[in-house]
C-alpha cells in the first residue's frame, strides 16, 4: 500500500516544487533585468550609494528563496532525496514561525512597530529620486492611499529636491510628488507638476490641492477595516506551509518505511 501513496505524493510535491523552481527563476530574471535596466550590474557601488530601500532587493529574496524551496522539494520528490525534503520542510517551518512571530510582535508593542514604519517611510523620502523603482513604490502607496509623507505632506523637507529650506534652486522646492495631488476623475492626462511650489501657499489653500493625510495614518486607518482580509490571507499562507510541510514529512516516512522493506 506504501507505494501507491509514494508516487501520489512524489507527484504533488514535485509538481508544486516545479512551480516554486520556475516562479523563483522568474522572480530573479525580473530582478537582474531591473538592475540592468538601472546599470546596477554595470556598476554594483550604486547599491550601497542608495539611501532609501531598493524593491528590486525584495524581488531577488523572495525569487531566491523560492527557488531554492523548489529545487529542494522537486528534485527531493523526484530522486526520493530524503535530506533535500528535510530540508525543504525545515525552511518552510522557520520561514512560518518567523511569520508568526513577527504577527505576535507587532500586536504586542505596536507602538515601536509604528515608530520603526514611520522611520523607515521617512529614510525612503529622502531617497525619492536615488531610484526609480523607489519613486515609482512611493508614488503607488501615496496614490491608492490618498496620502503624502509619512505623518504630513510637510515631511518631505527631508528630501532635498522639494524641501523649503537651503538656497537649491530645484524646479520642485517647497513642492510634494506628483502623487499626493488630489486628481480630478474627469482629467484624461496626467499632470506631474501639480505638485510644484504648492507648500509656498497658504496652508488652507494647499490643502485643497493635495492629500493632507500621512500614510502611517491612511494605513493605521485602512487595517482595521481590513482586518478579516489580512487574517484570511495569513490563514491561506499557513495552511500551505503546513501542507507542504506535512507532505514532505509523509513522503520521507513513506521512503523510509519502503528502504527499510527492502
Not at 27 to 56: C, N
Not at 133 to 160: F, K, T
Not at 184 to 203: H, I, K, W
Request: hydrophobic share 45%.
Amino acid at each position: 500500500m506504501a507505494l501507491p501513496v509514494l508516487r501520489v505524493l512524489m507527484l504533488i510535491l514535485s509538481s508544486s516544487g516545479e512551480n516554486g523552481l520556475l516562479a523563483g527563476v522568474a522572480f530573479i530574471a525580473v530582478g537582474f533585468w531591473a538592475w540592468s535596466e538601472k546599470g546596477v550590474l554595470l556598476d554594483l557601488t550604486q547599491v550601497t550609494r542608495l539611501h532609501g530601500f531598493d524593491p528590486v532587493w525584495l524581488v531577488l529574496v523572495v525569487g531566491g528563496v523560492t527557488f531554492i524551496l523548489g529545487f529542494a522539494g522537486c528534485v527531493g520528490a523526484l530522486r526520493e532525496n530524503i535530506c533535500l525534503l528535510k530540508f525543504f520542510s525545515g525552511v518552510i517551518g522557520f520561514i512560518f514561525i518567523l511569520e508568526l512571530t513577527a504577527a505576535v510582535l507587532a500586536v504586542v508593542f505596536q507602538s515601536q512597530v509604528r515608530e520603526w514604519i514611520n522611520d523607515f517611510f521617512l529614510a525612503n523620502v529622502k531617497g525619492y529620486r536615488d531610484d526609480i523603482d523607489l519613486q515609482n513604490l512611493i508614488d503607488s502607496l501615496q496614490r491608492m492611499n490618498h496620502c503624502c509623507g509619512a505623518q504630513e505632506p510637510n515631511d518631505w523637507d527631508l528630501n532635498v529636491y522639494f524641501s523649503c529650506n537651503g538656497t537649491h534652486r530645484s524646479r520642485e522646492k517647497c513642492g510634494v510628488p506628483f502623487s499626493c495631488c488630489i486628481t480630478d476623475p474627469a482629467d484624461s492626462v496626467l499632470n506631474t507638476q501639480c505638485g510644484y511650489d504648492v507648500r509656498n501657499r497658504p496652508t488652507e489653500e494647499w490643502m485643497d490641492h493635495i492629500y493632507n493625510k500621512g500614510c502611517i495614518a491612511a494605513l493605521e486607518d485602512w487595517l482595521p477595516g481590513n482586518l478579516y482580509t489580512v487574517a484570511i490571507v495569513f490563514i491561506v499562507i499557513s495552511l500551505l506551509q503546513m501542507v507542504g510541510i506535512y507532505l514532505a514529512r509523509t513522503l520521507i516516512s513513506d521512503i523510509e518505511k519502503v528502504n527499510f522493506s527492502y
